[in-house]
């Protein structure tokens, strides 16, 4: 069970977790109240792209040593209900925006997440971030790789609107 929840988590941990997503995700909504029609398609290949790419990818990265170990229930919640659903709806409101004002957003929004994860669940230990030492350059250096979402998305777009008709890529 230590693998699936981590040491010392239960099921309560795991909804003040969900409390915090479904607070951001209210606050996004404030924004941006639903995704356009013409964005729905884009939608859901954003969503199983990010959440199965980095579902899978978090655990490659704990294998080479760059990420800490997240326990498999966080790495779902934080990869399919986070990155996935919610991620993908802020991008769904915002990608008309500058993208550095996008960058922002993303990194603001993911380091609270990840705060919260650290301080509910207490993963996101890793006591550095490549070569800069300290569990806060770790936390803050992979929010801001967060912040790279829809720098990656318009690359990964491009590609699959090669593939598939309907697929909208911002400019």
Not at 12 to 29: E, G, H, K, T
Not at 39 to 56: E, N
């Amino acid at each position: 069970m230590v693998s699936i929840l981590g040491p010392g988590n239960n099921f309560i941990n795991y909804l003040f977790v969900l409390i915090v997503y479904s607070s951001l995700f209210i606050i996004m909504r404030y924004a941006n109240r639903r995704v356009e029609l013409n964005f729905r398609k884009t939608f859901w290949i954003l969503f199983w792209g990010w959440a199965v790419g980095v579902f899978i990818g978090n655990y490659i990265f704990y294998l080479i040593g760059i990420m800490s170990f997240l326990p498999w229930l966080n790495n779902f919640f934080h990869t399919f209900i986070w990155i996935g659903l919610c991620l993908t709806f802020l991008y769904a409101g915002c990608y008309r925006n500058p993208l550095w004002e996008q960058f922002l957003l993303f990194a603001i929004f993911s380091f609270i997440v990840k705060a919260a994860e650290r301080y509910f669940l207490g993963t996101w230990e890793l006591p550095y971030f490549f070569f800069i030492d300290g569990n806060a350059a770790y936390i803050i250096g992979w929010s801001l790789m967060d912040g790279l979402y829809p720098f990656i998305s318009i690359a990964g777009l491009k590609i699959v609107s090669r593939y598939t008709e309907g697929v909208l890529v911002p400019a």
